[in-house]
Structures are given as C-alpha cells and as structure tokens.
C-alpha cells in the first residue's frame, strides 16, 4: 500500500526571502492521521527533521535536482499518539485535575489560542486548563512558555483532536 502524501512547495517562498516555517506548520496541522507531508525546498532543511520528529515524524531526504531538495516526513508508528510536553511539563501526572474545560474544536485560528490565552489570565497559579482543539496548537505552545506556563498534549486515538493541559505559572511582569 502505497501512504498518502500531502505536497508542499516552499521553494517560492524562499526564492523571494521568506520563511516557510508557519506554511510548514499548517500543512502539518491539516494532514489527516496516517497521511505524511511531501516538502520540497531549495536546501536540506535540517533544523526541520528535529521539529517534526517531536511531532512524530521521520523523513527520508533526496536532492531532486538544480538544488533542490525532497523531503518525505512520515507518521511513524504510534507517532502523533506521543504526549508533547513544555520543557518544565514531564511532570503533568502530578498536576491538580482541571479546573476549566475548554471544547474549541469547533473554533478557526487564531481564536482558540486568544481564548485559551485569555482564560488562563484569571486563574491562579497551579490551576491546569483542559482544552480540545480541532489541530495542534504550534504557535500557543511557545507563548505558554513565553508566559511561564506548563502544557503537555497529544492527539486522541483517532487523530481528529488535539487534547491539552496546561498549568497556570507564576505572573511574569
């Protein structure tokens, strides 16, 4: 059986200057379980292969010619399953039970991140959020940290749903 792959040319983008890394992470985010990414660039994009492998990816590389380089991200067995965690958020089954519980599969980017963002601004310190996103909440991760929140999360069995916990930090000023 031939695995299904999702192509993404960001050769164009790089020619005129600009950085492919959120196009990348949206591609990723909308691959349907099981499907793998097909990503074509002017360079062999190392710093690439460390990120999606933390996503559950492994890839395969090939100089396609003129410089160009092909590169095969595919979901490696029980890949995405694999719980994400913030530097500080190995800890998680230490954690209080969620104080909120937040359904926001139905809700398009950038608001489930304003609402989680917006959420945790009125709880305290050590309370932990539960959200249920639609896709993998790349660009929220970094701004919990940023802001000294905990997170950890990971798909559900199925694929179709990103699960999250995240625990209130110290306000930062």
Same mark, same amino acid.
Do not use: C, K, W
């Given at each position: 059986m031939t695995r299904p792959y999702k192509e993404l040319d960001v050769r164009p983008i790089l020619r005129n200057g600009g950085e492919?890394?959120?196009?990348?992470?949206?591609a990723v985010?909308?691959?349907a379980p099981g499907e793998g990414l097909r990503l074509l660039a002017t360079f062999k994009p190392e710093p690439l292969f460390r990120v999606m492998g933390k996503r559950g990816f492994g890839?395969?590389?090939?100089q396609i010619g003129g410089g160009d380089w092909q590169v095969l991200f595919t979901p490696e067995a029980g890949g995405p399953a694999d719980i994400s965690a913030s530097a500080s958020g190995n800890d998680a089954a230490a954690w209080a039970e969620p104080v909120f519980h937040l359904d926001l599969?139905?809700?398009d980017p950038p608001e489930p991140m304003t609402r989680i963002l917006a959420r945790i601004e009125l709880m305290d310190p050590g309370e932990v959020l539960f959200a249920l996103?639609?896709?993998?909440?790349?660009?929220l991760m970094p701004e919990l940290e940023k802001r000294g929140h905990q997170w950890v999360g990971?798909?559900?069995?199925? !694929?179709? +749903?990103?699960r999250m916990l995240i625990r209130? !930090?110290? +306000?930062?000023?």
């Open positions: 492919p890394f959120q196009a990348i992470m949206e985010q909308s691959l890839h395969e590389v090939s599969t139905d809700l996103l639609s896709r993998e909440p790349v660009f990971n798909f559900d069995e199925g !694929g179709s +749903a990103y209130v !930090g110290e +306000a930062r000023e």
